[in-house]
């Protein structure tokens, strides 16, 4: 039996591309939210992976489902046991986060 081991921070951001932020989807621009710079931290330890992101207005209505999409996500990578998805509260969303191609 080969043992699972723990993803990369590369591999979380990967995924992290499937999670498409949902206002870009209401206006028919799908934008993912690593690419719109929402992802603030990534952090890997053991089986649990900790996701800290941004939201483009503190008052998002989609932040619970944003959340559980997110965590549902991680929890499809070989060796996560744990997706712990935060709110950065501290950091303002600025357009200049977006990935270069997205600006």
């Given at each position: 039996m080969r043992a699972v081991t723990a993803p990369t921070v590369d591999d979380v951001r990967r995924e992290l591309?499937?999670?498409?932020?949902?206002?870009?989807?209401?206006?028919?621009?799908?934008?993912?939210?690593?690419?719109?710079?929402?992802?603030?931290?990534?952090?890997?330890?053991?089986?649990?992976?900790?996701v800290s992101l941004v939201l483009t207005d503190v008052s998002c209505v989609f932040w619970q489902g944003i959340r559980r999409h997110v965590a549902d996500v991680l929890l499809e990578l070989p060796g996560v046991e744990c997706a712990d998805v935060s709110l950065c509260t501290d950091v303002v969303w600025t357009p200049d986060r977006r990935r270069e191609e997205q600006r």
């Open positions: 591309r499937r999670v498409v932020d949902p206002c870009s989807l209401a206006i028919g621009s799908p934008v993912d939210i690593e690419a719109l710079g929402l992802v603030e931290e990534i952090a890997v330890a053991g089986d649990t992976v900790h």
